[in-house]
């Protein structure tokens, strides 16, 4: 029996974790469930699963939460990040799920890192902002960090035992690696007139044709964004030079990415689009338990096909492989940058294409300096929003 704790317990993610483990009751627990304000969706999951612990970032929603248990109920509300970061190091807390959208989830997840545990890692901005000083943590303390983002996963699973158990710090030459080819959708806009894209509405960006996701991570993948920050967190997973790691535009969302040996083989992970697969995965890894998702069937499948990606089409995927490859400051500015511009797109104050403008515009006020500390790492992040909202606004 593992104790878990998941982050973003009220998320997509968090979803589909617990469903993981309600399959696989006899061999997970859930111990703790952390969310911002949510007290509804979180009222509810503490009754299912009656966890120790329920965190609620936001202090009045702890409270909401704390009156509204029912008495029975053995889980205790904490809020605070003491509290949070305790959690997570807890002796008693074997698994840490790290799905906190963006930014909020470094601050977590690294503590978790630092203290040795298992981190399964959905949060792809701890990598994009942190990197170096991420893979280093997980290295000197022995933590072990398996990917849950379905292409980082699918690479993962398709990798040698060897690299598999030395993430961050491989060497893929000395494994007959080639190339890793990182699958993406494309999202809802992949065919649509590029002079259309300026005019489309946050309902639209949100509905992708694949995969069921929260609103940001949906924009994201609507701008390709989100394979761009996939890009920057898989060279630094895969410790990958410029010219191993490409993008592969593969609309049916059937392969979730590929590694290519020097051989000529390429071997590909294949699944439906259910992000249960790779929870799964990495909770059993290295064994394989019931994910609660049908098996493929390739008489249904029909057609895969492959695209090279449309940099006009998605100026922000161009962006940040630009930024991956000018260094830490860059990704971690571009990082920060999107997160203001998807939120004021979703509320109505820019437009779709304004999204890539912004973060361009963030991008060339980067002043290059050096993120030796978790400290230099926010502090970047907190004057990137600056130049966001400023950039916003204008």
């Known amino acids: 029996m593992q104790n878990m704790v998941i982050l973003g317990a009220t998320g997509s993610i968090g979803a589909s974790t617990l469903a993981v483990i309600a399959t696989n009751a006899a061999a997970y627990r859930v111990y703790g469930l952390v969310a911002n304000s949510?007290?509804?969706?979180?009222?509810?999951?503490?009754v299912v699963h009656q966890p120790v612990y329920a965190h609620m970032v936001d202090e009045t929603a702890a409270n909401a939460l704390k009156d509204a248990l029912p008495s029975d109920c053995v889980t205790k509300v904490t809020t605070g990040e003491e509290a949070l970061l305790e959690l997570v190091t807890r002796a008693e807390t074997q698994v840490v799920m790290a799905a906190i959208v963006g930014a909020a989830g470094l601050v977590p997840t690294l503590a978790a890192v630092n203290a040795g545990k298992r981190v399964l890692l959905a949060n792809k901005e701890a990598l994009v902002m942190s990197g170096q000083l991420f893979i280093n943590a997980a290295r000197a303390s022995g933590a072990v960090v398996l990917p849950v983002d379905s292409e980082h996963n699918a690479i993962f699973q398709c990798l040698p035992s060897q690299v598999q158990q030395s993430l961050g710090y491989c060497n893929l030459d000395d494994h007959g690696i080639s190339h890793i080819l990182l699958t993406g959708s494309g999202g809802p806009f992949l065919t649509k007139p590029i002079a259309e894209l300026a005019s489309v509405t946050p309902a639209q960006a949100c509905k992708h044709p694949n995969w069921s996701m929260g609103p940001k991570i949906s924009v994201d993948s609507a701008t390709m964004m989100n394979k761009g920050l996939e890009y920057i967190e898989a060279r630094w997973l895969f410790n990958t030079r410029q010219n191993q790691l490409k993008v592969v535009v593969h609309p049916q969302s059937v392969i979730h990415s590929m590694v290519q040996y020097r051989d000529g083989s390429v071997i590909a992970q294949m699944g439906n689009p259910d992000?249960?697969?790779?929870?799964?995965?990495?909770m059993a890894y290295p064994h394989r338990i019931d994910a609660g998702v049908e098996p493929l069937d390739f008489f249904k499948v029909g057609q895969l096909s492959f695209v090279e990606p449309d940099y006009d089409r998605f100026p922000c995927l161009a962006l940040?492989?630009?930024?991956?490859?000018?260094?830490?400051?860059?990704?971690?500015?571009?990082?920060a940058a999107n997160e203001m511009a998807v939120a004021a797109f979703l509320a109505g104050q820019i437009s779709f294409t304004d999204i890539a403008k912004i973060n361009e515009a963030s991008l060339k006020r980067l002043h290059s300096g050096k993120l030796n500390t978790l400290e230099d790492i926010l502090a970047l992040d907190k004057q990137a929003r600056i130049y966001a909202h400023e950039a916003i606004n204008q």
């Open 38 to 46: 949510s007290v509804a969706k979180m009222l509810e999951l503490c």
């Open 275 to 282: 992000m249960r697969t790779p929870i799964a995965n990495c």
């Open 320 to 335: 940040a492989i630009e930024a991956c490859h000018l260094g830490q400051e860059a990704t971690t500015v571009v990082n």
